[in-house]
Nanobody, 125 residues
Framework: QVQLVESGGGLVQAGGSLRLSCAAS????????MGWFRQAPGKEREFVAV????????FYADSVKGRFTISRDDAANTVYLQMNSLKPEDTAVYYC??????????????????WGQGTQVTVSS
């Protein structure tokens, strides 16, 4: 069983930066694709970014491309989301997720097998 614990959320002014971390338990972390999703109040959960376990390929939602960077440290069982140039519309609860069976449908929350509890990110204008 994999357990995911996010940290690093908080309150930041527009234009600022935050770095989210997701610490994972489980011996096969390095074989999972790791994703970040977010959910704003009254909205559906949406894909933010993913990093594969083969070749460390990364994919981003258009809304964050060029501002957010996903990375992973398999030795530390941790995935990161560096968020720069934050906007008020980035305000949401951010969730880390693990996909044991890479299907390519990384933007669908339903393909992910394990989820963290989420961390709040609030961007003030």
């Amino acid at each position: 069983q994999v357990q995911l614990v996010e940290s690093g959320g908080g309150l930041v002014q527009a234009g600022g930066s935050l770095r989210l971390s997701c610490a994972a338990s489980g011996r096969t972390f390095s074989s999972y694709a790791m994703g970040w999703f977010r959910q704003a109040p009254g909205k559906e959960r949406e894909f933010v970014a993913v990093i594969t376990w083969i070749g460390d390929n990364t994919f981003y939602a258009d809304s964050v491309k060029g501002r957010f960077t996903i990375s992973r440290d398999d030795a530390a069982n941790t995935v990161y989301l560096q968020m720069n140039s934050l906007k008020p519309e980035d305000t949401a609860v951010y969730y880390c997720a693990a996909d044991e069976h890479w299907s390519g449908s990384y933007f669908r929350s339903s393909v992910y097998d394990h989820w963290g509890q989420g961390t709040q990110v609030t961007v003030s204008s």
